[in-house]
């Protein structure tokens, strides 16, 4: 296999050509520019859908259920949708690393909305875990956590690192809407209160899975539960969770790496003997040892949760998000 540098340069020589036909989608400008919003998954798609509405068409380079977006590796017709874009909303944080390969590569000054970036400015909302409905802006408040704060776990348990699934923190998706309509309305100024509304709008659906979560936080406040990798990290933050998983089995199950005899034994015994109220199970990812992990949880009863790195087919982000809140706040319920 070609490394990754050498794949980005053949991908751009051959996106330079399919860049000067043209690929960007439909609005309602009647401009010959027409805008093109592109976004890296169908999770940060289906937000920038929610706030472009009818006027633009976002198109999501990864959209199989069933990819890992980890090590996607990005085609010429990707590469040469990037470069095109008027509008290029990804995860960044190294997730989805083929956008910054490419966007770094193409030079020229594409406006982009990168969640990550979001997330690391501390640009919080009400939505934040441990927040009311208080306020409806984007602004920070002054208990949120900070960032490093936020990716930590219980003592003893200490996933250290900023961890790049933000976008299971609704304050960064709501973020990330609100950025992509700022965007937008520069971009087509004509638009602009249609764009600024949809992210409003947004921004209130997510109060419902908050409120979830909410609920989890207020109904099992501190329970253990176990995760095969830190994929739903603020998931469990939100909810008041406790993640009590060995850092060593789920840190080398997000770095694809064999975890330790020991930490997968420790993990295991945890299921067996029931010591944690719910299993996080990504099946996107999953490998000999989770498989194994699901099975443990099964066996004994535990409720299995998945969460994804893609949207299921047929659902969008809001009702992909609270459907998974509520499977963790009835699999809780289950065990109590």
């Not at 490419?102 to 982009?112: E, F, N, R, Y």
């Not at 900023?162 to 638009?191: F, K, S």
């Not at 003997?273 to 989770?290: A, F, I, M, R």
Request: with cysteine; hydrophobic share 40%.
């Amino acid at each position: 296999m070609s490394s990754r540098a050498a794949l980005v340069a053949a991908t751009l020589s051959c996106a330079t050509v399919l860049a000067a036909c043209g690929s960007g989608t439909t609005g309602d400008s009647g401009s010959d520019d027409e805008l093109s919003v592109v976004a890296s998954t169908n999770v940060w798609g289906s937000i920038a859908q929610a706030v472009a509405g009818d006027r633009i068409e976002v198109e999501s380079l990864i959209s199989e259920p069933n990819a890992d977006p980890h090590s996607y590796e990005a085609s010429p017709l990707d590469a040469a949708a990037i470069s095109d874009a008027s509008l290029v909303v990804y995860n960044g944080g190294g997730y989805d690393h083929f956008v910054d390969d490419i966007l770094g590569s193409v030079g020229g000054d594409i406006p982009t909305v990168e969640a990550f970036a979001l997330f690391e400015s501390g640009e919080y909302s009400d939505l934040h875990a441990g927040h009311d409905h208080g306020t409806d802006n984007a602004t920070p408040t002054s208990d949120a956590p900070t960032p490093d704060e936020a990716a930590h776990g219980h003592d003893g348990h200490d996933h250290s690192g900023i961890n790049e699934h933000v976008w299971y923190d609704l304050a960064t998706a709501d973020a990330v809407a609100h950025a992509v309509a700022e965007q937008l309305a520069g971009l087509d100024p004509d638009g602009a209160q249609v764009y600024r509304d949809n992210a409003a709008a947004f921004h209130e659906s997510l109060h419902d899975i908050s409120d979830v979560t909410t609920r989890i936080a207020e109904t099992h406040a501190d329970a253990p539960i176990a995760q095969t990798e830190t994929i739903g990290h603020y998931l469990v933050l939100a909810a008041g969770l406790h993640d009590v998983t060995p850092t060593d089995f789920t840190n080398a199950i997000e770095n694809g790496t064999d975890p330790s005899p020991a930490s997968i034994a420790e993990t295991r015994q945890l299921l067996l003997d029931k010591k944690v109220g719910v299993l996080l199970y990504n099946p996107q990812t999953e490998d000999k040892v989770s498989r194994e992990m699901r099975s443990a949880a099964e066996s004994s009863g535990i409720p299995v949760v998945e969460v994804f790195e893609t949207l299921p087919e047929g659902v969008d982000y809001i009702q992909w998000q609270t459907r998974t809140a509520e499977s963790l706040a009835t699999g809780l319920d289950s065990a109590s």
